[in-house]
């Protein structure tokens, strides 16, 4: 393919500006070895629509206000090129990112263009075109940095031997600086790892291992010190230099920085107040009377110039007058026509080099659960906290149990019946709880991965919530197996290892059912104590109803009736009380004969109390259980189904 022509303007650099910029199409060292890429973005604009009051006010929430957050902003970058997006905080420099990379919700209305190469894209080339590192870095803490992008590598690329995935991630280590921390874990802000440097660089990492050619970045400097902001930006204006398209927004940078950003973009209230090279954006404001004092940082200067001042009003209303009237000097400069004119003229080249996809030769889908599978579990194994949390707050439930009652009896006066019935009602009830703190204290952090991920192309949401649903069952097993050996036999529950296997396997399901619904729930509600209350309820309703220890199913209202159907914890009871009392005989006392009138005495067998409470249940045994375990593939096909959901609408 032949060479782009040049489309940007030249300028002789003032003071401020040390050396000439290298990234110009005629002046770039790569532009006469191969095509340049170009990025151009037309007039976009984007605006949302609000409800005017709360809920509870339904004449003012039935009224909408539309709200414009962009307005006809058009940009156009070169392959070599680093931009800067300025703006105060809601000018709307992220979701200019966002339009720009096909990330902004669909609850909006999208107008304008965004071409690469001249071409136009769809809405399903956007997430293979672009590369996006967010502002906050979402990581698996408990992952080495070279861990972290040996599974991404592995999640990129089809088909590559283990030595391939390990030249590549040591390669783009190298680039970053990363190879002295390769063997450091991440961690996160509860305990050490790596510092929010070499974090930032791992996002970067991540992203370079798809091989993009634009790559953008929201905030990249933000929570750092300002040497090591300063260091980002530089290995950012170096990935520039190597045939790609960097495009940041940024907060106050440092004005040794000016010299390293090719063309400097700023943003108010949604409008592009100036677009260009450092050296037009000097000769720009000094054209409209506001040239930068001698020893000010420019950034600073023309960031507080295009700022609304809302101290008073009669600054806000001064101030406003003068962005508005520094905005209509950019429209009708020459620098906004050339913007203009270099965009269309791109689309009119008959030679365009094609559009620069990511790579794509992603590993299929039960590769991509296998990867996932070893990552969840090498990342749990190595967090102490939570694999003692997982593997014995059964266990720690089961001992109060124990200790409380310390050994059931057969004798009626004793209690024999009540104390068997309040310890099925406590295990049926307490393991459904205990699988929800697992899920609420474990998987929003992975949500948060598979969010990021996901939108990236790597995988989508309902595989990791699959590999997470894989990876908890040998972890249930073991747990509710040690549960059950210690509180079974210490309780003197029915002396036989067949009943001893279907207790375990009764008690299992409610705890992986409590776990999944908690899954579900949270691929629909983002805040994990609401979910904890909602999962909590329901199995206090459930208990309640579906149970019959409370009051017996048959004499319950209608409406209550056919809803303990739809309770596991019927099933589950059904099949723990079938199991203790079927076959166990009760004595009255010392003596048969002492306490023959007394009406405790009068249930004799465990037949006969199964009969009172639960009639037909021994014929039932085998379906319960079918009923019970039908609940986990349910929930988990829901969670699927509802994941994908979350996918749309949380994705492009």
């Not at 450092?278 to 404001?285: K, N, R, S, T």
């Amino acid at each position: 393919m032949s060479e782009f022509p040049s489309l940007t303007g030249d300028g002789a650099l003032g003071s401020q500006v040390k050396g000439s910029h290298q990234s110009s199409l005629e002046e770039g060292p790569m532009g006469a070895s191969r095509p340049r890429h170009s990025l151009g973005v037309l007039h976009v604009s984007y605006s949302v629509s609000n409800r005017v009051g709360p809920w509870w006010d339904i004449a003012s929430h039935q009224q909408r206000w539309n709200r414009q957050i962009l307005k006809d902003i058009s940009l156009y970058v070169e392959s070599g090129q680093i931009m800067c997006i300025l703006g105060s905080s809601g000018s709307g420099k992220t979701t200019l990112l966002d339009a720009i990379s096909g990330r902004l919700r669909r609850t909006g209305t999208l107008l304008g263009e965004v071409y690469v190469n001249g071409r136009p894209l769809r809405r399903d080339q956007f997430q293979d075109c672009f590369s996006y590192v967010m502002q906050s870095d979402t990581f698996l803490s408990s992952l080495t940095v070279r861990e972290t992008l040996r599974y991404t590598a592995m999640l990129t690329t089809r088909h590559g031997s283990a030595d391939f995935f390990q030249k590549k991630v040591e390669a783009v280590m190298a680039e970053l600086n990363l190879s002295h921390v390769a063997d450091k874990m991440i961690g996160n802000y509860n305990f050490g790892g790596i510092s929010s440097g070499e974090r930032r660089r791992v996002s970067i990492a991540v992203q370079l291992l798809q091989d993009p050619k634009i790559m953008m970045f929201d905030e990249p400097t933000t929570g750092l010190d300002s040497m090591t902001a300063n260091q980002i930006i530089y290995l950012l204006a170096e990935l520039a230099r190597r045939d790609r398209i960097v495009i940041l927004t940024i907060h106050q940078p440092r004005s040794e920085l000016f010299q390293h950003f090719d063309k400097i973009a700023i943003l108010t209230f949604g409008e592009l107040v100036f677009c260009g090279t450092p050296v037009e954006m000097l000769d720009f404001f000094n054209n409209c009377g506001y040239p930068c004092p001698e020893h000010s940082n420019p950034f600073d200067f023309y960031m507080d110039l295009t700022s609304v001042d809302f101290q008073s009003k009669e600054r806000e209303i001064e101030t406003y007058k003068q962005v508005q009237m520094l905005e209509s000097a950019y429209k009708e400069s020459a620098i906004c026509r050339r913007t203009l004119e270099n965009i269309e003229r791109t689309k009119c080249l008959k030679t365009l080099p094609m559009v620069p996809f990511k790579t794509k030769d992603l590993p299929g889908t039960l590769c991509k659960l296998g990867i996932l599978l070893r990552r969840l579990t090498r990342n749990l194994r190595r967090n102490k906290q939570a694999m003692i949390m997982r593997l014995l707050q059964n266990l720690i439930m089961g001992l109060f149990v124990i200790f409380f009652l310390l050994r059931v009896q057969n004798d009626m006066l004793k209690g024999a019946v009540q104390d068997r019935v309040g310890l099925m009602y406590q295990f049926v009830g307490a393991t459904p709880y205990t699988g929800m703190l697992n899920a609420v204290t474990l998987f929003p952090v992975l949500r948060a991965v598979s969010d990021q991920e996901s939108l990236d192309g790597l995988y989508e949401k309902w595989q990791m919530l699959l590999a997470y649903v894989l990876h908890i069952l040998p972890f249930s097993i073991v747990a509710t197996v040690l549960f059950s050996s210690v509180s079974y036999w210490t309780l003197g529950l029915y002396p036989e290892a067949a009943q001893f296997v279907y207790f375990s396997a009764a008690l299992l399901a409610p705890h992986l059912i409590g776990e999944c619904l908690t899954l579900v729930l949270l691929g629909i509600i983002q805040n994990p104590n609401i979910v904890n209350s909602i999962v909590a309820l329901l199995s206090i309703s459930g208990l309640l109803v579906g149970s019959g220890f409370v009051r017996n199913i048959e004499e319950m209202n209608l409406p209550f009736r056919i809803y303990s159907y739809f309770t596991f914890q019927k099933y589950c009871c059904e099949i723990l009380i079938v199991n203790e009392f079927y076959g166990l005989n009760f004595t009255c006392g010392n003596s048969n004969n002492s306490a023959i009138d007394n009406p405790i005495c009068a249930i004799t067998q465990g037949i006969h109390f199964i009969e009172r409470t639960y009639p037909g249940a021994t014929s039932r045994f085998t379906i319960n259980f079918l009923m019970l375990y039908a609940y986990i593939p349910v929930l988990v096909i829901l969670g699927i189904v509802v994941f994908k959901i979350r996918d749309h609408l949380i994705s492009r």
